[in-house]
């Protein structure tokens, strides 16, 4: 009765549960490597958007956590028999909607790293080597995007990992409304106007309501398809001169190199040009093709930034380093610094007083922050330069035969020009006019494809999201999951034509 008990006890909730005994981890993490190893493997077999409904997962779970501890065997089978019908497999390489997730194994080992030390590396004292890594790995990074000196802690600027865009354009924000505001007075907020294009990412805007600009005071200039929806420098010119008229004070502009829909590049040195006379921050986003710029052929896509105030991209996008990943770059810390600092006596140690380390909380939002230079020093160590390059071009010659399938078909069209990797193509209008009026006009060509995209989203087979640019719907076949390869595009191209032929017979 007695050894019973104990043993309960032992294995129970009650006993002592050793969350971190080392062989216990030695085990199971094992079997969670194999497990993915094995997802990896059958990827390919699930259906690339998933098929659930809304709700699905609930059905499946008890109504609350359990009170005894269940084993990690039991666990796992649940994870292949609840949650993976739940994933979308952004690992797929019949992957090909939003921006990729690309994942690899550096990029892995990096974060199992990260997450192993699972320190809070706030300041400089609280893990040096957190702290001190990411510097090094930013200026690494910055220098195989040959930006200017002036972003590198080298030439007095600096860069921080932040997790996502979102987060590292509400920074710069911040840091442009209180240098302007210290200037003009705090009681002038409403005035400060925030630019884009209407192709910017919505990061900005939400970025611009926390910094809490003035709605009014938001311009998504607006682009056109004879400009590749580009934001034009005389446009922005324009909208920043009528604004001053009406006694309002320009602030920031965020250009874009790759936008969301369809990849545009707004032309940074004009658009620098415009900024610098009327004294607005610049900052470029280059979330998703910052990537393709480490490649000699695209790194003219940055020409300008030299004048921008902050740059930053995802390497969690298409640079083999897991979510999340952001790598911003700013030529004056000390204005992001003012803004987000704060010294409680809690936070005080020697080595941030001599002001001879960086101290990465104040250039962020959050006080705690994960050792995420880790993955991305992993990430430039296993691939180097070279095969860093060699993957991106791989992508960007896959999307290149793709686009190059869709040239030999009369009936389909890409609708802008390719830049990098996702091409944006449709079922032409011209090609169905005053055929059985399936397609009279625009908008009934937009439903047509609008159609087309989620009976192939349905199949499984595929997966890709669409834009609508210039009021046009376009399917959006974004290369970049790292296991695609050539005959995998060859078959998303059949997939799109069988269903463009269903489509087309059965209306
Ligand atoms: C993906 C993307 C973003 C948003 O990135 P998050 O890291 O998710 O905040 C911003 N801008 C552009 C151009 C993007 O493609």
Known sequence: ????????????????????????????????????????????????????????????????????????????????????????????????????????????????????????????????????????????????????????????????????????????????????????????????????????????????????????????????????????????????????????????????????????????????DVAEEYGIWVHVDAAYAGSACICPEYRHFLDGVEKAHSFSFNAHKWFLTTLDCCCLWVKDPGALVKALSTYPEYLRNKASETKQVVDYKDWQITLSRRFRSLKLWMVLRSYGVANLRKFLRSHIKMARNFEGLIGMEKRFEVVVPRNFATVCFRISPAEFAGNHQIVSSEDAANNLNAKLLETINESGKIYMTHAVVGGVYVMRFAVGASLTENRHVILAWKVVQEHANALLTSS
């Open 1 to 272: 009765m007695g050894s019973l008990q104990n043993q309960k006890l032992e294995n129970g909730s009650t006993g002592t549960i050793k969350p971190l005994d080392p062989e216990e981890f030695r085990r199971q993490g094992h079997m969670v490597i194999d497990f993915l190893a094995d997802y990896y493997k059958n990827v390919e077999k699930y259906p690339v958007r998933s098929q659930v409904e809304p709700g699905y997962l609930a059905k499946r779970m008890p109504d609350s956590a359990p009170y005894d501890p269940e084993p990690i065997e039991q666990i796992l089978s649940d994870v292949q028999k609840d949650i993976v019908p739940g994933i979308t497999h952004w690992q797929s390489p019949n992957y090909y909607a939003y921006f990729p997730s690309s994942g690899s194994i550096a990029g892995f080992m990096g974060e199992m790293l990260s997450t192993g030390f699972n320190v809070v590396g706030f300041n400089w004292m609280s893990s040096p080597a957190a702290t001190e890594l990411e510097s090094i790995v930013m200026d690494w990074l910055g220098k195989m995007l040959k930006l200017p000196s002036e972003f590198l802690f080298s030439g007095g600027g600096g860069g921080v990992l932040q997790g996502t865009t979102c987060e590292a354009i509400l920074c710069t924000v911040v840091a442009a409304r209180d240098q302007m505001l210290k200037k003009i007075g705090r009681e002038n907020i409403n005035k400060l106007v925030v630019y884009g294009s209407d192709q910017t990412h919505s990061a900005l805007q939400k970025a611009a309501q926390i910094a809490g600009i003035n709605p009014s005071n938001f311009r998504a200039v607006a682009t056109t398809k004879a400009d590749a929806f580009g934001l034009r420098a005389e446009a922005f010119r324009a909208t920043v001169e009528s604004d001053l008229k009406s006694g309002l004070v320009p602030l920031f502009l965020c250009a874009t190199i790759g936008t969301t829909s369809s990849t545009a590049v707004d032309p940074l040195g004009p658009l620098c």
